[in-house]
RNA sequence: GCCGGGGUGGCGAAAUUGGCAGACGCGAUGGACUCAAAAUCCAUUGGACCUUGGUCCGUGCGGGUUCAAGUCCCGCCCCCGGCACCA
C-alpha cells in the first residue's frame, strides 16, 4: 500500500480536472441548473485563511448540488478597484494597476490550490475597461432615469493635502498619514436615489435570507411614519422638521438644527455668533459616529434666535447640537423634553422648560418640576388646544388617534402634512479616486451636465498618472478635456464610483465576460439566472447586500432583462418576478478572526514636523522607558510607512523615510518598516489589519484536503471564530484513516451477520446526517459524521468479521460523502478501486430509511427530573409500556420508596420522568 | 450610542429546538510497541466527595416559568460584526 502522498494527488487531478473541463458549466435546457456564487475577493495580494473559510464550504454545496444532478455554475472573479491599491501608489510608488494585477496573478494560483470547482471561463475582473465599461453604462442608465443626481454631502476634508480622506484614514479625527486635523465638509457629489425603493426593499418576498440580515436591513432602511411641520423664524425663515409625534406639538419647548444647517448663520444673533461659530468648528472636527458615541453628556448652545411654534403661536428658543444630523431627516427638530428621553435630558441640563401634554391613563398628568424621565406611554392628550382629550396609543403613525388627529389639523392649517421619513439615505457614489470606475459625464461650459455617447464608453482611466496625496484625475489635461454633443469644449468629471457599485452586478457579468453587446448574454442569463444561493460575510449585511438588491430593481425597471424574459419564455420558463430579488438563497459564515497580539514597543528618534514625526531610526525595545527617544510606545497600526504609535501623552502619527533606519534586534539582518509588529486585537481578518493567517504553508504541510476538511470542521460555520492551527492534525488523521481504509484490502474472517447489519445501518445514517447536514450548511457535525463513519469502519477492519459487499458499500459511500469537502484525495482513491470515471459525476449517496432504523433505544428514566436508570427498550415502545418498563426497574424503586408516586411523564421511546413528593 | 450576533470542559465545539449536557476532534495523563524518538495502537480525561458503585455541583451573572431549562421569560455583565469613503 502506496502512502498518501497529498503534493502528488492534488497536483495530478488538479492538471487533470482542468484538462478533462470537468468544472466547465454550459447551457443545457434538458438539466435543472443551480447557479451557485461566493462573494468575490479583493485582490489585496494573497489569500488568507478567511477566504478558503468563505469558500471552500460553498464549493463544497456546489458539489454536492452537481452531485444530485444539477447542472451547477460556480464563478469566479475579483473586486479589483479600491484604495489599498492607491496607498500602494502614494506610498510605494507602485502604479495601482500594477499592483492590483499582480496581487490577482497570486491570487488565481492560490485559489486554484483550493481545488474549487470554479469555472474560470467565466472570470470577471471590476478594474478592466471591458467590465467598467458597463459600471460606466448603468451610470447612464441610472441618470437618465434620474436615478443618478447631483446633491451635497459630508466628506472627510484634509485642509493640508486639500484632498478627501476615507473614514478609515482618519484616526482621531487626524490623517493616518501625516497627523493633521481632518474637517467634515459639505461637497457637491454623485447619489443614487435608492430611498425611491426603500419600500420595496423592505419586502422579503420569495427569498430565503436569514432573519438577522433582514432585521438589519429594516432597522438600516427605518422607515418611520409621521408628519413634517413649517416652523417659521422670526426673520420669516421656514424651518421644516420631520417628526414621528406631531400629536406633542403643543409640548414643544425649543427647536435643535445641526450644526450645518442652512438656517445657523441668518438666525444666529450677533452676542451669540462667536460661540456658535466656536461650536460649529468643533463639531464639523467630529465624525457622526464620534457624535453619536457619547450620548450621556449633551452638548450645544443657544443660537440667539427664536421661531414660532405654528399650533400656538409660542416663542421657542432655536439651539444647535451635534446629535442632530444634517443627513437624517430635515436636519432639524423640534424638541419635546416632556415626552421624549433625549430632549428631556437636554433641557433639563440647559434649564429648558418642560411642558406635559400626555396624562397617564387614570393619573394626573406629569408635573414640573418634579419629572426625572420623559414620559413616552398612552394616556390622553393634555394642554393641546384642539386635540386636548383626544386619546393617544402606542401606536405609529396614523393607527394613533392624535397623531391623526392632528395630522389633519395641521394639513388643514397649512402648517404641515403628513410624511413618512427614512433613516436610509441616498447612496452616495462618489468617490475623489483614482483607482475606481470612471463617471461617465461631462461638465459643458453653460454650467449643464450630460453624459458621455454610448459608443464613447468606457471612459478609461489615464494609464501615466502620479501620485501624491490627490486623485491625479483633477489635473491631467488629457484626461480632462472633452468634447459635448454639440461640439463645445468640455470638462469630465474626475469623481470615480464607488467600489460597491462594481460588486452590485458583478455575477451578472460572470454569465457572459467577454460578451461585447450588452452587460451580460440573454441566452445564458434566461437559463442561469437568478442567483440560488448565495454565501458570504455577515458583514456585508447592510452595505453590499442593499446595494445588490436595489441594482437589480432598478436594472428591471430600466428594462434591462427583456431580452432575456424572451429566451426566458422561448424555453417555455415563465420570467415573471424572477428579476425583482438578485438571490434566492442567502448564507452568511462568520469570520475567522486573527489571534490577539501585543504590538512592538518601539523608540523613535528623528524630527518633528507640525503634527507628524519624521523617523530617522526605529529600535524595537521592549524594556524601553519612556524618555529613550522623542517617542516611545507600542505600534498601535501601520499603513505602508506611516504608523500609529500609542506614547503616555496619546497616539502619536510617525512617518517612516526611505533613509531611516530600522533595528528589530530579533530579526537577523537588514530590517525594514514592514516586519515591525503592529497590535492586534481580536477582529476580522484583512489586509489592511495585518492579521491574516496564510493558508500556503499548511497546504504544503497538510494538503489542501486537510485544510478543507479542518476549517469545515473546526469551526461552526455560521459563526466562526479566531484562527487557531493546532486542532489541524485531527483533520490530517481522518484524511490518512481513509486513504489506509480505503487502500487496506479488506480480507474477512468470520463474517458476523450482526455486526454487518450494524455496520450496513451506520452507513445509512450517515448518509442521513451528512446530507442533511451538507444542505443546511453545517460542515461542522457533517465532518463528524463522517468521522464516526470512519471509527465504525476502523472497528470493523479490526474485527475482519463484515461480509465483503457491506464493507465495499461502506467504503464507496465514505468516499462519495467526503468528496465535496476533499475532492482530492476521493478522486484518487475513487480511481484506485478500478473506476475510470469522476467521482464528482457520481449521484450523491441516497439513504434508505428502512436499513437506517434503530431497533432499540435507550430509555432515560428520571425521578423528578434527574436521571436515576437506563433501560434500553424497543424503539417502538408504546408510552404505558414505557411507564411501566420504567416503575418496574429496581433502581428506580430505591427513589420511590417511601414516596407518593404523584405524576409519570412518558415520552417514549427516550424518556420517562417520574415525579414523586 | 444604535442595530445584529454570541458567551457551554484546559482548547475548537455538539445537543433532533423544552427531554441523557459535553457527540466529533485537539491537548493532557497513563500504558503497549521501540535501544531510543517520531508515528501508530489501547485506556482515562467537566469539577468535588466517598469504598470498586454511587452522591452532589456544573452551560457568562442574578431572578423566574416548568414534571423537566444550555434551550423559554425578566434584569445585568462581557466579547464580536456593522454604523453609510476598508471591502
Not at 471591458?130 to 459630508?154: C, D, L, P, Q
Not at 484634509?158 to 482621531?172: F, G, K, M, Y
Not at 419629572?371 to 394613533?400: C, F, H, L, Q, W
Not at 524618555?627 to 510607512?641: C, D, K, P, S
Request: aromatic share 10%; with cysteine; charged share 25%.
Amino acid at each position: 500500500m502506496a502512502a498518501y502522498d497529498h503534493e502528488a494527488i492534488e497536483r495530478h487531478w488538479q492538471e487533470r480536472w482542468e484538462a478533462d473541463g470537468l468544472y466547465r458549466s454550459t447551457v443545457d435546457w434538458e438539466k435543472p441548473k443551480h447557479y451557485a456564487l461566493t462573494m468575490l475577493p479583493y485582490p489585496s495580494g494573497d489569500l488568507h485563511m478567511g477566504h478558503w473559510y468563505a469558500m471552500t464550504p460553498s464549493d463544497a454545496r456546489a458539489r454536492v448540488m452537481r452531485m444530485k444532478g444539477y447542472n451547477v455554475l460556480f464563478p469566479m472573479g475579483f473586486d479589483a478597484f479600491g484604495l489599498p491599491a492607491e496607498n500602494a501608489a502614494v506610498q510605494r510608488n507602485v502604479h495601482p494597476a500594477k499592483w492590483t494585477y499582480e496581487n490577482i496573478d497570486r491570487m488565481r494560483h492560490q485559489l486554484r490550490s483550493m481545488g474549487a470547482m470554479f469555472d474560470w471561463e467565466r472570470e470577471a475582473v471590476s478594474c478592466e475597461p471591458s467590465y467598467y465599461r458597463w459600471t460606466e453604462w448603468f451610470f447612464k442608465r441610472m441618470f437618465e432615469r434620474g436615478i443618478a443626481y447631483r446633491g451635497e454631502a459630508m466628506v472627510n476634508w484634509s485642509p493640508t493635502l486639500q484632498t478627501v480622506l476615507a473614514n478609515e484614514q482618519v484616526i482621531d479625527g487626524r490623517d493616518e498619514r501625516n497627523g493633521q486635523p481632518v474637517v467634515q465638509k459639505l461637497m457637491e457629489q454623485w447619489f443614487f436615489a435608492i430611498t425611491k425603493y426603500a419600500d420595496e426593499l423592505l419586502s422579503y418576498e420569495g427569498i430565503d435570507w436569514p432573519d438577522a440580515i433582514k432585521a438589519m436591513q429594516n432597522n438600516w432602511i427605518g422607515r418611520s411614519e409621521g408628519a413634517e411641520v413649517t416652523f417659521r423664524t422670526e426673520a420669516g425663515d421656514e424651518i421644516v422638521v420631520f417628526t414621528t409625534r406631531p400629536d406633542t406639538l403643543w409640548g414643544a419647548t425649543f427647536m435643535v438644527l445641526a450644526p450645518e444647517h442652512p438656517l445657523v448663520d441668518s438666525i444666529t444673533s450677533s452676542d451669540r455668533r462667536e460661540v456658535v461659530d466656536a461650536y460649529r468648528v468643533a463639531a464639523a472636527a467630529r465624525s457622526e459616529l464620534e457624535r453619536m458615541e457619547d450620548t450621556k453628556e449633551k452638548s450645544g448652545v443657544f443660537t440667539g434666535g427664536y421661531a414660532v411654534n405654528p399650533v400656538n403661536r409660542e416663542r421657542v428658543p432655536v439651539w444647535i447640537a451635534d446629535y442632530v444630523l444634517l443627513s437624517y431627516g430635515t436636519g432639524a427638530i423640534m424638541a419635546v423634553p416632556a415626552h421624549d428621553q433625549r430632549d428631556f435630558e437636554f433641557a433639563r441640563q440647559f434649564e429648558l422648560p418642560i411642558i406635559p401634554v400626555i396624562r397617564p391613563q387614570g393619573a394626573a398628568p406629569p408635573a414640573e418640576p418634579e419629572m426625572e424621565v420623559a414620559y413616552v406611554g398612552p394616556g390622553e392628550m393634555v394642554n393641546s388646544g384642539p386635540i386636548d382629550g383626544i386619546e393617544t396609543t402606542n401606536a405609529k403613525g396614523r393607527a394613533n388617534p392624535s397623531i391623526a388627529a392632528t395630522i389633519d389639523w395641521l394639513e388643514k392649517a397649512g402648517a404641515g402634512r403628513e410624511a413618512i421619513n427614512y433613516r436610509l439615505r441616498d447612496w452616495l457614489i462618489s468617490r475623489q479616486r483614482y483607482w475606481g470606475s470612471p463617471i461617465p459625464m461631462l461638465h459643458r461650459d453653460d454650467g449643464n451636465v450630460e453624459p458621455v455617447a454610448d459608443e464613447d464608453l468606457p471612459v478609461v482611466l489615464p494609464e501615466d498618472v502620479e501620485f501624491e496625496g490627490r486623485s491625479p484625475l483633477v489635473t491631467n489635461e488629457q484626461f480632462l478635456a472633452a468634447v459635448d454633443s454639440e461640439g463645445m469644449p468640455a470638462r469630465r468629471e474626475t469623481d470615480t464610483m464607488d467600489t460597491f457599485m462594481c460588486s452590485s452586478w458583478y455575477w451578472f457579468r460572470y454569465l457572459s465576460p467577454a460578451f461585447e453587446q450588452a452587460p451580460f448574454d440573454p441566452d445564458e442569463a434566461a437559463y442561469w439566472l437568478p442567483v440560488d444561493v448565495y454565501t458570504g460575510g455577515a458583514e456585508h449585511a447592510v452595505m453590499h447586500l442593499l446595494y445588490a438588491r436595489f441594482f437589480v430593481k432598478a436594472m428591471r425597471d430600466m428594462g434591462v432583462f427583456e431580452d432575456t424574459e424572451r429566451v426566458m419564455r422561448e424555453h417555455g420558463r415563465d420570467p415573471s418576478g424572477l428579476f425583482d430579488e438578485p438571490f434566492v438563497v442567502l448564507r452568511n459564515q462568520g469570520q475567522i478572526l486573527g489571534e490577539e497580539r501585543a504590538g512592538d514597543r518601539l523608540v523613535v528618534d528623528g524630527h518633528r514636523a507640525d503634527e507628524l514625526v519624521v523617523a530617522s531610526s526605529i529600535r524595537v525595545d521592549p524594556a524601553a522607558g519612556p524618555e529613550a527617544g522623542l517617542v516611545v510606545g507600542e505600534l498601535i497600526r501601520r499603513t505602508e510607512n506611516a504608523l500609529q504609535v500609542q506614547t503616555e501623552g496619546g497616539l502619536v502619527a510617525v512617518r517612516v523615510t526611505e533613509g531611516a533606519t530600522i533595528d528589530i534586534p530579533a530579526i537577523d539582518g537588514t530590517n525594514d518598516v514592514t516586519q515591525l509588529k503592529h497590535h492586534l486585537d481580536i477582529e476580522r481578518m484583512s489586509k489592511s489589519k495585518g492579521n491574516t493567517v496564510n493558508p500556503d504553508e499548511l497546504v504544503a504541510l497538510y494538503g489542501a484536503d486537510t485544510v478543507r476538511t479542518h476549517l469545515m470542521f473546526a469551526f461552526e460555520w455560521q459563526k466562526g471564530g479566531p484562527w487557531d492551527s493546532r486542532g489541524i492534525v485531527g483533520s490530517s488523521r481522518f484524511i490518512e484513516d481513509v486513504w489506509k481504509l480505503a487502500t487496506s484490502g479488506y480480507q474477512p474472517g468470520t463474517v458476523s451477520e450482526e455486526a454487518s447489519s450494524t455496520l450496513r445501518r451506520r452507513v445509512h445514517q450517515a448518509i442521513v446526517k451528512v446530507d442533511a447536514d451538507m444542505m443546511d450548511f453545517k460542515w461542522n457535525t457533517a465532518v463528524a459524521a463522517l468521522m464516526t463513519l470512519r471509527n465504525e469502519m476502523q472497528d470493523a477492519l479490526r474485527a475482519a468479521n463484515i461480509s465483503p459487499h457491506v464493507w465495499v458499500e461502506a467504503r464507496e459511500t465514505l468516499l462519495k460523502l467526503l468528496a465535496p469537502i476533499a475532492p482530492h484525495i476521493t478522486e484518487e482513491l475513487w480511481h484506485a478501486t478500478g473506476y475510470a470515471t469522476s467521482i464528482h459525476l457520481e449521484p450523491w449517496p441516497e439513504a434508505d430509511a428502512n436499513i437506517a432504523r434503530e431497533d432499540t433505544v435507550t430509555m432515560v428514566v428520571q425521578v423528578n427530573g434527574k436521571v436515576r436508570d437506563r433501560i434500553e427498550v424497543d424503539a417502538g415502545i408504546s408510552p404505558k409500556d414505557a411507564e411501566a418498563t420504567a416503575l418496574a426497574s429496581e433502581k428506580i424503586a430505591a427513589w420511590t420508596e417511601g414516596n407518593t408516586v404523584r405524576k409519570v411523564i412518558a415520552r417514549p421511546p427516550k424518556l420517562v420522568n417520574i415525579v414523586v413528593g
